[in-house]
């Protein structure tokens, strides 16, 4: 099944039978492995650009303006962005008195004690939070969210480049990044110091960058078969065909271990990715020896595939992690920081202070996650995410009339992490569907979103007494949005169905996006902190569980 928005022909149908030599000739084996049509090449064309950059634009558009409001540290920015300013300044958390955010609001950050903060989430969004701040200033709003802004803008024009891969379609990867551009869930992370922005921008990074390597490694893999070919004959001999050559050398693979490595240094929510994707990308290159034609290709994609896998991505994410950790380990004041040279051992003495000290902090923050379980206004059960049972309000202010600009009886001032109902209801059934494709179909791409999905979403199921909140599933967001635009691309139909069908996919496809757009529109206000009145901020409110 190929999705596509063009109405271009199809290419006249391959024979059924071709000429035994023909199997392993470089064009065939190409097309062969990468599912491609004759002529078709890796290039994404100028409107597999265009197209999600135009998203990217609307995304930063909706991210940038107004981002300094609220003009107060909101929600958890409590946390994250004073320890961005400690980074700034000593490259470790340190603690803060009382009354610090009053300081911070006040644009006089510059109060922090000496003496080291126990934090329990690693340093990478931390340090991409300093970098705003080091660029536009700690002593205003606008300085602490500017790399929330950029990151999640990123992400949007990531989704829409992926989508172009996955579908070879400009317009599903248009709609890709617009969906996400205008959805409320990822557009209020967007514009908050959450860690959870960076998290989703560093997995879907690894994801592309995973996309390309099974292109690249299939190419590979095609160049490499042909090869094996005796001069002429146009077919390798049978011991040949039996596992089939190494390809070792995977840049893109190595660049998504580096990536992974970033998001674990983010949140170490994300290792459930590491693990998902490590496993789909060797699943790829079974099939693709499969597809190839060797006899052994499971011990061989296990062999030749998986162990190389293994050794590159697992290294690249773990220095990757710990260079995010060098402010840390360069420090002689952070909290643990000495804390093998005190707690001498005789069984791990033989490792380096430091290594046993880090050893120790991420024993004593996997401790305090597990037992988290403090109740909170707005926790919300895995169960709920994907129909936004309970939005996270991250900022709430309530205004008499006739102050503030407030020319009702009373006004409402709310950032809300909920998403557009329209496009997280669809995203939400849109599953059940790329279920069936998967397994009924075996479509790789709906098993790769789908394994998107299951990194993100169920490893939350294994916890059910720890407290989670609704705002966790941003980072799962973006593979949402894949698996309701590959429901799009089945409405839309292939170029070879009549002209009716189409007629009425587009038709179907341009409503449901303009009722999502026009859902954006309305639910914008409690998105961005804008001043309504309270009447419209209930207006907005469509389940009791959403105030």
Not at 73 to 87: M, P, W
Not at 198 to 216: E, P, S, Y
Not at 445 to 457: C, E, F, M, S
Request: hydrophobic letters at 50%; charged letters at 15%.
């Amino acid at each position: 099944m190929t999705l596509t928005a063009s109405d271009t022909p199809p290419p006249p149908a391959a024979p059924l039978v071709s000429e035994p030599g023909a199997a392993f000739r470089l064009g065939e084996l190409r097309n062969r492995l990468l599912g491609w049509a004759p002529g078709t090449t890796a290039s994404l064309g100028l409107w597999g650009w265009l197209a999600p950059l135009l998203a990217a634009v609307i995304g930063g558009v909706l991210r940038f303006v107004r981002l300094a409001e609220p003009r107060s540290l909101v929600f958890d920015e409590t946390y994250y962005v004073k320890d961005a300013y400690s980074y700034l300044l000593s490259g470790y958390e340190r603690e803060w008195p009382d009354g610090a955010n009053d300081s911070f609001n006040a644009g006089t950050p510059d109060v922090l004690l000496a003496s080291p903060e126990y934090v329990v989430h690693p340093p990478v969004g931390k340090w991409m939070i300093a970098a705003g701040m080091e660029l536009f200033g700690a002593d205003n709003s606008f300085g602490w969210r500017f790399s929330a802004a950029l990151t999640g803008t990123l992400t949007v024009l990531l989704v829409g480049l992926i989508a172009v891969k996955l579908f070879r379609s400009p317009l599903l990867g248009g709609l890709a990044g617009l969906l996400l551009a205008v959805d409320g869930h990822h557009l209020v992370h967007s514009r908050t110091s959450l860690l959870d922005v960076f998290l989703t921008f560093w997995i879907v990074a690894a994801f592309g960058a995973l996309l390309l390597d099974r292109t690249d490694g299939r190419l590979r893999l095609a160049r490499k078969t042909a090869a094996l070919a005796p001069d002429g004959s146009g077919r390798p001999t049978a011991q040949a065909l039996l596992y089939g050559p190494w390809l070792l050398w995977r840049p893109w693979r190595l660049a998504a271990g580096v990536f992974l490595g970033l998001a674990v240094g983010t949140k170490w929510s994300a290792l459930a990715f590491v693990a998902v994707f490590g496993l789909m990308t060797v699943l790829w290159d079974v099939g693709a020896r499969r597809v190839a034609g060797f006899r052994s290709w499971r011990t061989a994609g296990l062999l030749k595939d998986g162990i190389p896998a293994f050794f590159t991505i697992i290294p690249a994410a773990a220095l990757a992690y710990l260079a995010s950790w060098t402010g840390w380990l360069r420090s002689t004041g952070a909290y643990d920081r000495n804390w093998a040279a005190d707690n001498p051992s005789g069984t791990w003495g033989w490792l380096p202070d430091w290594l046993r000290s880090l050893a120790e902090y991420h024993r004593s923050a996997y401790a305090f996650h597990n037992g988290l379980s403090s109740e909170h206004t707005y926790e919300s059960s895995a169960w709920t995410w994907l129909v936004m049972g309970r939005p996270t309000s991250f900022f709430y202010e309530s205004t008499p009339g006739g102050t503030d600009g407030c020319t009702a009886e009373s006004c409402s001032t709310a950032v809300t992490s909920l998403g557009n109902p329209l496009i997280w209801w669809a995203a939400a059934v849109s599953l059940l569907v790329l279920l069936f494709c998967w397994i009924g179909r075996r479509d790789w791409r709906a098993g790769a979103i789908l394994a998107g999905v299951a990194a993100g979403y169920l490893p939350w199921f294994a916890y059910p007494e720890r407290t989670t909140f609704f705002f966790y599933s941003v980072s799962f967001e973006p593979f949402l949005i894949l698996a309701l635009t590959y429901v799009l691309g089945l409405l839309l139909g292939r170029p070879g169905d009549p002209a009716a069908r189409r007629r009425a996919g587009k038709a179907a496809v341009a409503i449901f996006i303009l009722a999502a757009v026009l859902a954006s529109a309305f639910f914008l206000p409690v998105w961005t902190a804008e001043t309504i009145p309270y009447s419209d901020w209930r207006l907005r409110m469509w389940m009791p569980s959403w105030i």
